[in-house]
């Protein structure tokens, strides 16, 4: 993804991932959030895609964006959650890609913390703690659908 849609999508997308095993109930029940889960929001006349595929303890997850002029940036991440009672979860980055953009070397994304706000079945909306502290609000929520 380009420098600047990486940004902005960063608290976005491992608000969904870092929340998936937050709730105590599926913290028992790691299977329930296995399959993939998808999310798209719509910035500035960008579209932007988080697909994020569970695995037990396990997580990979691509970010696409497609701007209003047809480019299109994409990044992946794999790793692993740590659940923390009563409604957190820790996001561990493992490994990530690409690991250069435009010849410059690109760091690995930030570990982070979520909370789940509301879960069903089929669908989760989780808020992004950091993002949370900084500027609360809806541009700190995502809402993620189970595809599989």
């Not at 600047?4 to 599926?26: C, E, H, N, S, T």
């Not at 396990?58 to 002029?69: A, F, L, P």
């Not at 990530?96 to 879960?119: A, C, H």
């Amino acid at each position: 993804m380009g420098v600047l849609g990486d940004q902005r999508m960063k608290p976005l997308a491992y608000a969904f991932v870092l929340g998936l095993l937050a709730v105590p109930a599926l913290a028992q029940q790691a299977s329930d959030l296995n399959g993939q889960w998808h999310a798209r929001v719509i910035a500035n006349g960008n579209t932007i895609d988080t697909v994020v595929v569970i695995n037990g303890q396990q997580y990979s997850m691509t970010v696409t964006e497609v701007t209003s002029q047809g480019y299109q940036y994409a990044t992946s991440q794999a790793g692993q959650f740590y659940f923390t009672p009563p409604g957190h979860l820790g996001f561990q980055v493992l490994d990530w890609s690409p690991k250069d953009y435009q010849g410059q070397p690109m760091s690995m994304p930030p570990n982070s913390n979520v909370t789940i706000e509301r879960m069903d079945e089929q669908t989760l909306v989780v808020t992004d703690d950091l993002c949370m502290r900084n500027s609360p609000g809806a541009q700190c929520a995502a809402t993620f659908v189970r595809e599989l």
